[in-house]
């Protein structure tokens, strides 16, 4: 009962990082950008959000609502300003750039927010459970792991049901082929970073209504969310979310043999992973 | 190219397809010239200020031989990443692993096994080389921007072991015993040699140590560039597949600069922490020291040179001392400049200066020069 107990648990934490996972999936997967940012782009999110509900004395919940267009906005902006320069050039450039914003973000959250650790408080919910058959589930992780459906479902309607979704696939598939159709690929990009930023808002109201959060964080959901991409295969959606859940499996296994394990647990199966399938579980043909 | 054709005969048919335009059949004798006469000049001076350098403790303060120790280990840490990232195409984010390794690899040996500091500074580096062995073989899985991200990886694993083993002090770390501080090759004599107390005959052992570090990765460096290896390395850089193609063992030496450039970082790590005399897993892996600071140092000195990482280094600690003190406003601009450099001057600040004098100190191309008869 209890390896049970805890699989479940490790499914349910699956999600969470299936949420971290899908922003940076969806960067790789239409520019081919690997952003070091990632992880603190979900933190800055966060302090947004945090930042909206104690100023208008709004439930987080509403305020990542509010946060949506200009996290959007801000995603947009990042990427027309700064990385669509990158996307030309070698893969030096793009992976420094990020790696610097990510020194920027920090110390700016740093400054305005100081060290101290944060949580979204959503008055009750984050510890209610429910029981079904003696195995008893966090509301919390529950709703985190159907959001990560309901966000990944989403991308993929989007992705293969929608004309902006041909467009972003084109412009992922050959740049220069969709530039003669009329795409312009850096517009395309800047709509794909908005879009990951939207998708970086919602992992962030669960990262914050689930866990303790403070500005040094970000490198470490980068690390889970680079995981489970690799792990599920590059390019893969739905690989995305087996990719999470195997590494919310495997950390918490090692959780429940010592709490110290938990992250090193996850670590060690993600290398064995690419040992072995170093395209992943389920890569994309 | 085998090294000991320096001097080539060609007649101006056999050279190539070209016959057409051949118009005088007179033999010229070419030289394959590596050296230009900046370098020449360069490598005198340069020898020179390393003379300069061990002599330094002689007549600096504390406080300056304190600041050329980090400048050293800088430029030692910085050189091995531009040869990874600037020569091999290997761009690693966890370079932290190594230097980690190398520390820790230092306190074990000194604490457990009760040997010499200074010596085991160099037990460490092989060790770490060692290692980076297996590690290699991992992260030589995945390519191109997964090869970064995984290299991290690889370093947290390497720092969350260090914070669950209990004998080095776990989570907390440790100090070097103090017998093991006030017993070192080389501290009598400098104790002896500069009449200053055990204190400061440390700090010069160790900076001597740091100065020997740097002097030999940047000729084992430059040696690379010059050889059949560094041919390599220039083919690889210039198209992968083309170097293939024409038969280089693409992964196999981008693993020998691997190698290379952790057992360097495992060499600086190791002499860090012994000046240090303290070691805690998040200082010996932290990733914005030893691994944003350092792409920081390459980028603003010029990534794919040798004199790049040197300036840099210099520009760092500068930069450092005067604005240090603004906190996170000063790291935010570090970010900045290091964003702005990267997109509007890639080739840093030795390459604009390169590229607009012609000058090169540490000259890696290999020229056809033409030698009159007789």
Known sequence: MSLTNTIIQGVLLGGLYALYAAGLSLIFGVMRLVNLAHGDFIVLAAYVILALASAFVIPPFFAMLIALPFLFALGWAIQRVILNRTVEENLLVPLLVTFGLQIIIQNGLLQGFTADSRRLSLGGIETASISLGGISFGVMPLLTFVAAIAVIGGMSALFYMTAMGRMLRATSDNRTYAQIVGINPHKVFAIAMGLAFIVIAVAAFFMGARSNFDPSQGPARLLFAFEAVVIGGLGSLWGTLAGGIILGVSQAVGAAIHPQYQILAGHIVFLLIILFRPRGLFPKQ | ?374
Request: charged share 10%; aromatic share 10%.
């Open chain 2, 1 to 374: 190219m085998s090294s000991q054709s320096n001097t080539l005969a060609t007649n101006t048919n056999a050279a190539g397809t070209s016959g057409v335009e051949a118009a005088a059949p007179a033999k010229r004798r070419y030289r394959v010239v590596v050296d230009t006469p900046a370098s020449k000049i360069a490598m005198a001076v340069m020898g020179l200020v390393v003379l300069l350098l061990f002599a330094a403790p002689a007549f600096v303060e504390r406080a300056v031989l304190q600041d050329l120790i980090l400048i050293l280990l800088l430029i030692g840490l910085a050189q091995c990443w531009n040869l990874l990232a600037g020569y091999a195409g290997l761009i690693s984010v966890g370079q932290q692993a190594f230097v980690g390794m190398g520390a820790y690899g230092l306190f074990y040996v000194v604490i457990m096994m009760g040997a010499d500091p200074l010596l085991s500074v160099l037990i460490s580096a092989v060790f770490v080389a060692l290692l980076s062995i297996p590690v290699g073989l991992v992260v030589f899985r995945l390519q191109g921007a997964y090869f970064a991200v995984v290299t991290w990886v690889v370093a947290e694993v390497f720092r969350l072991v260090a914070a669950i083993w209990p004998a080095l002090g776990g989570g907390t770390g440790t100090a070097l015993p103090r017998n093991a501080t006030t017993n070192m090759i080389g501290l009598d004599f400098a104790a002896e040699m500069f009449g200053v107390r055990s204190a400061a005959a440390r700090e010069i052992v160790i900076y001597w140590g740091a100065l020997a570090a740097v002097v030999m990765i940047v000729i084992v460096a430059y040696l690379i560039l010059r050889s059949r290896l560094g041919l390599a390395l220039s083919a690889i850089k210039d198209g992968e597949v083309a170097a293939e193609s024409v038969g280089i063992d693409i992964n196999r030496i981008k693993f020998i600069v691997y190698v290379f450039a952790a057992f360097g970082a495992g060499l600086i790590g190791a002499l860090y922490f012994l000046q240090q005399a303290r070691i805690s897993p998040d200082a010996a892996f932290s990733v914005i020291d030893w691994t944003a600071y350092v792409i920081f140092i390459v980028v603003i000195g010029g990534l794919g040179t040798i004199e790049g990482p040197i300036i840099g280094a210099i520009v760092f600690v500068l930069l450092r001392s005067a604005f240090s003190a603004f906190g996170p406003w000063y790291l935010m601009f570090l970010g900045l400049l290091a964003i702005g450099m990267m997109l509007f001057a890639p080739k840093g600040l030795w390459g604009m200066f390169s590229s607009a004098t012609n000058i090169q100190l540490f000259p890696t191309r290999k020229r056809l020069v033409a030698v009159d008869e007789d």
